[in-house]
Structure formats: structure tokens, C-alpha cells
């Protein structure tokens, strides 16, 4: 069923309560997407006892896999995990009627998965949504592909902590910026999984996977993720950069991308929804 009929609220299931999992269910608790009620919460790795407590207090259901919200009356479902939950989880989800909120948008970009899940979509009813994230521009891309896109590139810049351990390179001691990764979408979101969800994005957006161009940046003279979106065809051209704050219970994810969730929530529902 289509999450956008109006039947009263936008029932919503959470997978994944980390850092964004968790940012997002307090604001959803909190009124912050007015007309959506968070009915349960999946999680196999137990989550605070104050966050427990909370979900309680608002009569979540409090489940520990993602089968046990199969059968429960959600429209959407949030994953807020990793892209191996979203490979095992996400056809369930479609067959079931039930749209999915992707944030692991890295998964979507590996081999045939993201026709196929399109595909499942369109036969069950429901709808695949893809937040924007920590990035902006999107719009810009998707109407410039209609018009004749050629060229995309996405340049990361982080603080090394953010970029957890990478074999071979030293990140504890960098002195100076230090380009980590360069190469096409379609590898970087395999190399970096939980740092460049970003490229994922812009790349379905814009000219696919294989055709994007990333250039990862570890840079110990900042303190906050930097994204820089170039981009040039029949339209002409753009450059953006969107210089984020870290979310403040990870500083591998960008508060903007959390933010950009509940925006998502909220326009489900509107009547008037601003941007292509």
C-alpha cells in the first residue's frame, strides 16, 4: 500500500537503533515528524536501558529482528543498520506491501539489487524512498539527467577519527590531508561502508554508479565532513559544498543526515511537496 493514503498516521517500524537509529526514534517520540507514530523497533544488539525506557514510555514494541515486524500493521519501515541488513531484509519488506526508508543507500548500487528490489516494488504497491543524506543537490542532478548529465564528481573530506581503521595507512598520526580513495562510486561504497553512503546518492541520482567519480579525503585540519558535488553536461554546470557538523553520537555520520530522514517523514505526507 502506498504510504501516502491518508488513513489517519504514517505507521512506521525502525531497524537499527545506533547512533541514527536512535537520534531518529527520539524525534519521532518527540513530535518532530508530526503525523508519524513509531510502532516498533528492531534491534538484535540490545540498546540502552534509558532508550528501552523511552520506547517504553511510548509504547514501542521492542523486538530483536527485523522478522518479527514482518507481520505488524506498518506502512514503512526505516533501516537505520548497514547494508548487509539491507540485502537480507529488504524483499521481505516489498513483498509484504510494506515501502521501505533506506539510509545503507551503499547496498542499492551492488550488482542487480536495486532493479530487482524496483521491481518488487512496483508488483507489491510500494514505494523504495532514499533521503537525500548528508548531501544537497540532488534535485539539481536529477533534473539535470533528464537534460543531458556527463559529469559527476563527489569529493569526501573527513577528520581520520571518522574514518575508523584502513589497512596500510596510518591515520592516527596524519599531519596533512591525505587522499585515501580515488576511483567510481560503484567501489567506494564497498570500501568504506559507513563513511560514504553519500556516493551511493549522487550517483543513482545523477550519472550511476560507474560513471561517478570519488575522491576520499582523510584531513586531520578539520573537524567536520565535508561533501563537494561537481557537475557539468547539457545544462551546464554546478558545484556545491556542504561543510556538516557530526552527528553527536558518531562522528562517522553527518547530524544533517538525520535531519534529512525526518524532512522525509514529514513529506510523505504533505500536500505540497517543495523540489522534484
Same mark, same amino acid.
Given at each position: 500500500?502506498?504510504?501516502?493514503?491518508?488513513?489517519?498516521?504514517?505507521?512506521?517500524?525502525?531497524?537499527?537503533?545506533?547512533?541514527?537509529?536512535?537520534?531518529?526514534?527520539?524525534?519521532?517520540? =518527540?513530535?518532530?515528524? !508530526?503525523?508519524?507514530?513509531?510502532?516498533?523497533?528492531? &534491534? @538484535?544488539?540490545?540498546?540502552?536501558?534509558?532508550?528501552?525506557?523511552?520506547?517504553?514510555?511510548?509504547?514501542?514494541?521492542?523486538?530483536?529482528?527485523?522478522?518479527?515486524?514482518? =507481520?505488524? @500493521?506498518?506502512?514503512?519501515?526505516?533501516?537505520?543498520? =548497514?547494508?548487509?541488513?539491507?540485502?537480507?531484509?529488504?524483499?521481505?519488506?516489498?513483498?509484504?506491501?510494506?515501502?521501505?526508508?533506506?539510509?545503507?543507500?551503499?547496498?542499492?548500487?551492488?550488482?542487480?539489487?536495486?532493479?530487482?528490489?524496483?521491481?518488487?516494488?512496483?508488483?507489491?504497491?510500494?514505494?523504495?524512498?532514499?533521503?537525500?543524506?548528508?548531501?544537497?543537490?540532488?534535485?539539481?542532478?536529477?533534473?539535470?539527467?533528464?537534460?543531458?548529465?556527463?559529469?559527476?564528481?563527489?569529493?569526501?573530506?573527513?577528520?581520520?577519527?571518522?574514518?575508523?581503521?584502513?589497512?596500510?595507512? &596510518?591515520?592516527?598520526?596524519?599531519?596533512? !590531508?591525505?587522499?585515501?580513495?580515488?576511483?567510481?562510486?560503484?567501489?567506494?561504497?564497498?570500501?568504506? @561502508?559507513? =563513511?560514504?553512503?553519500?556516493?551511493?546518492?549522487?550517483?543513482?541520482?545523477?550519472?550511476?554508479?560507474?560513471?561517478?567519480?570519488?575522491?576520499?579525503?582523510?584531513?586531520?585540519?578539520?573537524?567536520?565532513?565535508?561533501?563537494?558535488?561537481?557537475?557539468?553536461?547539457?545544462?551546464?554546470?554546478?558545484?556545491?559544498?556542504?561543510?556538516?557538523? !557530526?552527528?553527536?553520537?558518531?562522528?562517522?555520520?553527518?547530524?544533517?543526515?538525520?535531519?534529512?530522514?525526518?524532512?522525509?517523514?514529514?513529506?510523505?505526507?504533505?500536500?505540497?511537496?517543495?523540489?522534484?
Amino acid at each position: 500500500m502506498d504510504p501516502r493514503e491518508n488513513s489517519g498516521c504514517l505507521r512506521v517500524g525502525l531497524i537499527g537503533l545506533g547512533s541514527i537509529g536512535s537520534y531518529i526514534a527520539r524525534s519521532i517520540m =518527540n513530535g518532530e515528524a !508530526p503525523g508519524t507514530t513509531l510502532i516498533a523497533a528492531a &534491534d @538484535p544488539i540490545s540498546p540502552s536501558q534509558d532508550l528501552i525506557q523511552e520506547l517504553q514510555d511510548h509504547s514501542v514494541t521492542i523486538v530483536d529482528s527485523f522478522s518479527s515486524l514482518l =507481520n505488524l @500493521p506498518l506502512k514503512v519501515v526505516l533501516e537505520c543498520a =548497514n547494508q548487509k541488513v539491507v540485502q537480507m531484509c529488504a524483499a521481505s519488506f516489498l513483498s509484504k506491501g510494506i515501502s521501505l526508508i533506506i539510509m545503507s543507500i551503499g547496498a542499492l548500487i551492488q550488482d542487480s539489487f536495486y532493479s530487482d528490489l524496483v521491481t518488487k516494488a512496483n508488483e507489491n504497491g510500494c514505494r523504495i524512498y532514499i533521503p537525500s543524506g548528508a548531501v544537497g543537490g540532488i534535485d539539481a542532478l536529477k533534473a539535470a539527467r533528464l537534460s543531458g548529465l556527463e559529469e559527476v564528481t563527489l569529493t569526501t573530506r573527513k577528520p581520520p577519527r571518522s574514518l575508523g581503521k584502513i589497512e596500510g595507512i &596510518d591515520l592516527d598520526h596524519l599531519i596533512e !590531508p591525505l587522499v585515501i580513495y580515488e576511483g567510481k562510486a560503484i567501489e567506494a561504497v564497498v570500501r568504506f @561502508p559507513q =563513511n560514504v553512503n553519500v556516493a551511493a546518492t549522487v550517483s543513482l541520482a545523477g550519472v550511476g554508479p560507474d560513471r561517478t567519480s570519488v575522491r576520499v579525503i582523510a584531513d586531520p585540519t578539520i573537524d567536520k565532513n565535508i561533501h563537494e558535488i561537481q557537475a557539468r553536461g547539457a545544462f551546464g554546470s554546478f558545484s556545491i559544498r556542504l561543510t556538516n557538523n !557530526p552527528s553527536p553520537q558518531n562522528p562517522k555520520t553527518s547530524l544533517l543526515a538525520c535531519s534529512s530522514v525526518l524532512s522525509l517523514l514529514k513529506t510523505i505526507q504533505e500536500t505540497v511537496q517543495i523540489g522534484t
